[in-house]
């Protein structure tokens, strides 16, 4: 045995006594927290950390590396805080919007119990999972009418996140005014692409013009600041009672069956097996031949998953290149599902699980 391999056995034995070691300072620190919980104590104590790092360095005799595991400390602490915060104040749910919006309606109906932070926008929603600032996002990736959205699926194909979970929420729009106002007195209404789309036979039947707002909340934000009675916005019922508005009418887009599917991302995979009546979702690109999508999707079906969608996606930035979207019935960790992806690993340029989670829900 070289000196390489001797070094890399003896990592391999240090990482190993090192996650035992890190499950009993979890514990620890999961009754820290629970001893705070119950004494409404803060989590972050800054002196208390400064004296940790200052103690903790001391024992590191190798002056070379001191500051290396300065670092390591505060990440493994910033870690702990992050567990603690779980059982102090919930799980922190990102979404993209701002209060009332039918994403920050769908989080709070998944976590009741959470603390939801909204973002500008999806993308920075997702990274603050990404960076550990939020523990799961709550973002929609395909409403029954306008179509998938596509930017939450760009961000699932071009990041680190996994689907844990599918939630369906119903969508009602609704025709929301200042107080006084009536149906005869609007000319102009506010409201996201998406939510305007959905009500666009009624928004022609009446004669409105049309503005885009960043989402529904937002709209419904901007009527109820303002003092124009010829102006309405689009949006929940919920968006009407937090905001004061009156609802002019109900229920305003085309379709009763008008439904948003908001996926739960989080930076851990559900690798349950048990899940054989859930579903996976998968990504992948395929090589520039001839009958290669073809055999990929041959591939799916000959081990027994019935794809639910099959969908495709442009790369940005490399024109006419794709990337094809697959949601199966199954699970992706059963032996099937697992001789499925060696088989396909062979066959696609590049192959990503996106998520293994349950039978979707509707909220």
């Known amino acids: 045995m070289d000196a390489m391999e001797q070094a890399r056995r003896q990592i391999e034995q240090i990482d190993t006594e090192m996650?035992?070691?890190?499950?009993?300072?979890?514990?620890?620190?999961?009754?820290?927290?629970?001893?705070?919980?119950?004494?409404?104590?803060?989590?972050?104590?800054?002196?208390?950390?400064?004296?940790?790092?200052?103690?903790?360095?001391?024992?590191?005799?190798?002056?070379?590396?001191?500051?290396?595991?300065v670092q390591f400390l505060q990440h493994t602490m910033n870690v702990s805080k992050r567990y603690q915060r779980e059982f102090i104040e919930g799980t922190r749910i990102a979404y993209s919007g701002v209060e009332g919006a039918f994403a920050n309606i769908a989080a709070g109906r998944i976590f009741p119990e959470g603390t939801l932070v909204g973002f500008p926008g999806f993308a920075e929603a997702y990274q603050a999972v990404v960076t550990g600032d939020c523990d799961q996002a709550v973002l929609p990736i395909e409403n029954s009418y306008a179509g998938e959205v596509s930017q939450v699926m760009d961000l699932m194909f071009r990041g680190n996140l996994y689907v844990n979970a599918v939630y369906t929420l119903r969508v009602q729009q609704n025709l929301l005014a200042l107080p006084g106002a009536k149906i005869s007195d609007i000319t102009k209404v506010v409201s996201h692409p998406q939510a305007l789309m959905q009500c666009r036979n009624y928004i022609k039947s009446h004669g409105f013009t049309a503005e885009e707002a960043s989402n529904t909340a937002v709209a419904a934000a901007a009527v109820a600041s303002g003092a124009d009675i010829h102006t309405a916005a689009i949006?929940?019922?919920?968006?009407?009672?937090?905001?004061?508005l009156t609802v002019l009418d109900h229920d305003i887009n085309e379709s009763a069956e008008n439904a948003t599917r908001f996926a739960v991302l989080s930076r851990i995979q559900n690798k349950s097996s048990e899940a054989s009546e859930g579903r996976f979702m998968l990504m992948f690109t395929v090589r520039n031949e001839a009958g290669s999508l073809a055999k990929a999707i041959d591939i799916i079906g000959a081990y027994g998953f019935n794809m639910s969608a099959l969908r495709s996606r442009p790369m940005g930035g490399l024109a006419w290149q794709y990337y094809f979207f697959v949601e199966a019935v199954g699970s992706i960790e059963s032996p099937d599902g697992q001789?499925?992806?060696?088989?396909?690993?062979?066959?696609?340029?590049?192959?990503?699980?996106?998520?293994n989670y349950p039978e979707p829900n509707e909220l």
């Open 235 to 244: 949006a929940s019922l919920e968006t009407a009672e937090l905001y004061g």
């Open 339 to 355: 001789a499925m992806l060696r088989k396909l690993s062979a066959n696609c340029a590049m192959l990503k699980v996106v998520g």
């Open 19 to 69: 996650a035992a070691l890190f499950e009993k300072r979890m514990d620890a620190a999961r009754a820290v927290a629970l001893y705070k919980k119950e004494r409404g104590l803060p989590i972050y104590v800054p002196e208390r950390e400064k004296q940790l790092i200052e103690r903790n360095s001391q024992l590191i005799k190798d002056d070379s590396i001191r500051a290396h595991y």
